[in-house]
């Protein structure tokens, strides 16, 4: 067989044979990576921190009144929601023992006087005598033993003045102590404020709450007047917080409405809870309350702004991998690659970038997408920016 009829033959199902190979392999290979760019852009990014665990709006002034001793309520002034003023009589238990101990006491104390006024009327009279026994003395119309017993009676007449004096001191005590008695059975609002919770009913027997034990209180009374955060915030950050920086405050309650303040105050000590992280509180006060109304026990986010620079090359913070690297397509062969980058300070939305990138380069944003990994074809998305 000579040549001709050879390249006839076998040319052409070489050819046929290469062209099946090449379209199984070109629809084969790997489709390229869609993948969402972000223009390297100038901004200002902040240094912040945010609490570890939801805050909560507290109010400056709360208190859950409990009587110092248990008894029946006898009389309940208030319902839960009722504004009440400063010294306005909340609850009070029946003490009608202590009432009649009391109008004994004052009876007593009624008797004293009275006592007071008959033996010191004497006592007056009997020194009076003395006198005049002394100055008939001097003249020698009396004895000198004579003198000596007027005297003596004066003195003694004084001295039970004295102490029927005394028993009126004594009676007043205990009246005074009746009072003190009947003041564990009350409670009175120690400030202006809204009556919050009320644990039992008009008959009811109310406990208090003793040490270690943590009874309900009868009352829970707060100032809706003055409100501010109370947050936690990872023991790792509390050195960098200090009172007077400013604050971003968030409200699961009013999402669209957010709010600015400052720190008013930094726990002196970490709290540790089982099964937690270590925190330190942290106190905000508003700037201006929100204009819906706050409510005590609303849960709240704070960031707080420890520093901040202006017009930097910025980054968005989720596109950064650990170890300070980005990802960029590159436009000539199409494939993503790795970029080492320098960075300054960051939030959770932005990182500046000292080193590595310039204004208008393309980073990948999208590293979740499956198949995003150094190496692989890529191509934008229409969502790039």
């Known amino acids: 067989m000579n040549t001709s009829i050879f390249l006839r033959r076998v040319l052409p199902a070489a050819l046929v044979i290469l062209l099946v190979i090449g379209g199984f392999v070109w629809s084969t290979r790997a489709k390229p990576v869609v993948v969402v760019l972000k223009t390297v852009d100038r901004g200002n990014v902040e240094s912040t921190v945010v609490n570890t665990r939801a805050g909560s709006v507290e109010a400056c002034l709360r208190t859950r009144l409990s009587t110092i001793m ?8 208030v319902k839960e929601g009722d504004k009440v003023k ?9 003490n009608d023992d202590q009432k009649a101990q009391q109008t004994l006491a004052e009876a007593q104390r009624g008797s004293a006087v009275q006592r ?5 009327t004497t006592a007056a009279s009997s020194l009076r005598e003395a006198e005049r026994q002394t100055s008939l003395r001097g003249r020698g119309f009396v004895s000198v033993a004579k003198e000596d017993a007027a005297r003596s009676e004066a003195d003694a007449r004084r001295a039970v003045c004295d102490t029927a004096r005394a028993d009126i001191v004594q009676a007043d005590a205990r009246i005074r102590v009746t009072r003190v008695e009947q003041g564990r059975m009350v409670l009175y609002a120690p400030f202006d404020g809204t009556v919050a919770k009320i644990v039992g009913e008009l008959g009811e027997y109310s406990t208090p709450s003793p040490p270690g034990v943590p009874t309900p209180p009868a009352i829970d009374l707060i100032d809706e007047s003055c409100l501010y955060i109370k947050a936690p915030m990872d023991e790792i950050d509390a050195p960098k917080i200090k009172a007077g920086l400013p604050v971003r405050v968030s409200l699961d309650a009013l999402p669209k409405q957010p709010l600015q303040g400052k720190v008013r105050r930094v726990a002196p000590y970490v709290s540790a809870v089982e099964k937690q992280a270590r925190t330190v509180d942290v106190e905000v006060d508003f700037d201006k309350p929100a204009s819906g109304g706050l409510l005590v026990g ?6 707080i702004v420890l520093g901040g620079h202006q017009n930097v090359l910025r980054v968005p913070t989720a596109a950064l991998i650990e170890g300070s690297r980005v990802m960029v397509l590159n436009a000539d062969s199409g494939k993503l690659e790795e970029r080492k980058v320098k960075t300054g300070i960051a939030n959770w939305e932005f990182t500046e970038i000292v080193e590595g990138l310039a204004e208008g380069e393309r980073i990948v944003i999208s590293l979740e997408r499956e198949g995003v990994k150094v190496g692989a074809r890529a191509t934008a998305d229409d969502k790039s920016k």
């Open 70 to 77: 248990g008894g029946r309520i006898e009389f309940l002034g």
């Open 86 to 94: 400063k010294g306005q009589l909340l609850l009070k238990l029946w």
């Open 116 to 120: 007071v006024k008959e033996v010191c």
């Open 298 to 303: 609303y849960s709240a986010d704070v960031e």
